[in-house]
């Protein structure tokens, strides 16, 4: 397994790239209201990211056709933004996107309400959020990758939700996915031990119901098996000396 750790130089970059690619999210989060289609928010982040230079990591991606994954309601990930889905009151949509700036990538994520969502919709966004920055605070030198998993699977459980086990976050830098995988349930003190220079994307994804997920056959967008509505938060992190750098929040 290589382990490519960035110097303080290419960690600027990581961070120019993640402040940019949170822009992004942001301009698109902003246009999300009942009667926007999923690709009208593609278009607008395609828009941007050739306006500021940067080239959209999943475009072209092992095929991937889209700017964004655009996920609603039970779709987990991967969703293919389209003009046919157009986005309802009390719907969530989960807005994935990643962007390659200066040779570095950036790779985040977030799930925004549709207008009001119910309460429990509401709780399945704010412990997926809870359970992301617990992850984020394991991102410590000397600590293990485990401790990043078991922190967000405890948030997760404690709730009565559950953690997707069929994807995980991942090491990223030149390449959106390098080394180590981060998967979001584990044991503390195993896996990998957390070096400075490393940097990982950190992304629960959680479901109001089981853990199970299934592929459509459009052989992008993953489902819930039994079609509960899901979450997914994810921010770029980099391991320093002094704590978690998180590259992908503004600052």
């Known amino acids: ?12 970059k990581m961070y120019r790239a993640g402040q940019l690619l949170c822009e992004v999210l942001d301009t698109v989060e902003a246009l999300v209201v009942p009667g926007v289609t999923t690709k009208d928010l593609d278009d607008r982040a395609e828009a941007l990211l050739v306006e500021r230079g940067a080239v ?4 072209g991606y092992e095929g991937f056709p889209s700017v964004l994954c655009t996920s609603v309601n039970e779709a987990v990930v991967h969703g293919i933004p389209s003009s046919e889905v157009v986005l309802s009151e009390g719907d969530v949509v989960s807005i994935d996107c990643g962007l390659v700036l200066d040779g570095f990538f950036a790779d985040s994520a977030r799930t925004v309400s549709v207008g009001v969502v119910n309460a429990e919709v509401t709780r399945l966004l ?13 991102c410590k030198s000397g600590g293990r990758v485990g401790n990043i998993g078991a922190a967000i699977q405890r948030e997760v459980e404690a709730e009565g939700l559950s953690v997707v086990r069929d994807y995980s976050g991942h090491g990223i830098g030149r390449s959106l996915h390098e080394e180590p995988s981060v998967p979001n ?4 003190g195993r896996g990998m031990k957390l070096m400075p220079g490393l940097v990982l994307a950190i992304e629960p994804m959680v479901n109001l119901g ?5 592929l459509l056959d459009d052989d992008w967008t993953v489902v819930t098996a039994d079609r509960s509505v899901s979450a997914h938060f994810e921010h770029t992190v980099a391991i ?3 704590g978690p750098w998180v590259l992908t929040q503004r600052t």
């Open 1 to 12: 397994m290589a382990i490519l750790l960035k110097n303080a130089s290419e960690l600027d």
């Open 56 to 59: 959209a990591a999943f475009k």
């Open 126 to 138: 704010d412990v997926t959020k809870s359970a992301l920055i617990k992850g984020i605070a394991r």
């Open 185 to 188: 349930y584990g044991k503390a």
């Open 210 to 214: 089981e853990d199970g997920c299934e």
């Open 240 to 242: 320093t000396s002094k």
